[in-house]
């Protein structure tokens, strides 16, 4: 996957960047707020996590954990508003929410 900064839009030569690969492991949603992309990713984890890096300069391997799975409960996707990631798990039945806050940085 890639991306470019909105305001070379218009330019004759666009400067894509690297947002991922395959061997970064992610899936399903990412949500980019500020400078930070956020993903979930099953890399090291069966129960899929969410990870949060870098718009700028994009580190997966190094990025930071801000929710992983449960035992019994899989990480199945995110999505944000204003001032909250919402982090959605699911155990086969039923769903559950869980909200990370931006500025404080607490699920």
């Known amino acids: 996957m890639y991306y470019a900064y909105i305001h070379e839009m218009n330019a ?5 960047k690297v947002l991922c ?3 970064d492991k ?3 949603d990412i ?3 500020s400078d930070n992309i956020y993903a979930i990713t099953y890399n090291n984890d069966k129960n899929y996590k969410v990870i ?3 718009l700028k300069h994009p580190d997966w391997n190094n990025a930071v954990t801000i929710a992983t799975g449960k035992p019994d409960r899989i990480i ?3 999505s944000a508003c204003k001032d909250y990631l919402f982090i959605t798990y699911g155990d086969g039945i039923n769903n559950y929410i869980s ?3 931006f500025t404080t940085k607490k699920t």
Request: proline fraction near 0%; hydrophobic fraction near 50%.
């Open 31 to 33: 949500v980019i707020k």
């Open 12 to 16: 004759a030569h666009i400067k894509w």
């Open 21 to 23: 690969t395959h061997a």
């Open 76 to 78: 199945g996707a995110i």
């Open 99 to 101: 909200k990370y806050n």
């Open 52 to 54: 949060v890096t870098s």
């Open 26 to 28: 992610l899936v399903r």
